[in-house]
């Protein structure tokens, strides 16, 4: 069984984490340190039901989803969907390749052609 300070932690990171906030970010809206901001999502430090209701009204979202157990979903051919940090990453590699062959095709006159086909 979870523990309800991680369980809070992973729930905080990953609803921080959809917002596109740094730790930092998060840690000013809701008026506490950044520090203890990772001591939070951690699960190695509990907080008081004021912070509590200031994370829901920061994050938007009601009190109890604060602390739900959410199962991640499953990509259809059973593997991890990727966290957003990993899909992050992808989507830029995939951008510089797409951009390194269209440079190519611009200084070999070809850059129409590449890109249609690019795109």
């Known amino acids: 069984m979870e523990n309800v300070k991680t369980l809070f932690g992973k729930n905080i990171t990953d609803l921080r984490v959809r917002n596109g906030w740094t730790r930092a970010e998060l840690s000013r809206r809701v008026g506490i340190s950044p520090a203890f901001m990772t001591h939070i999502e951690h699960g190695t430090r509990g907080v008081s039901l004021d912070t509590i209701d200031v994370f829901s009204k920061v994050l938007g979202v009601e009190i109890p989803l604060l ?13 991890d969907r990727p966290s957003p940090t990993e899909l992050e990453a992808h989507l830029k590699e995939e951008i510089n390749h797409a951009l390194s062959r269209y440079v190519r ?10 890109f249609e086909t690019a795109v």
């Open 67 to 79: 602390f739900a157990k959410i199962d991640e979903p499953k990509m259809p051919n059973g593997e």
């Open 105 to 114: 095709a611009v200084k070999s006159n070809d850059a129409r052609m590449h």
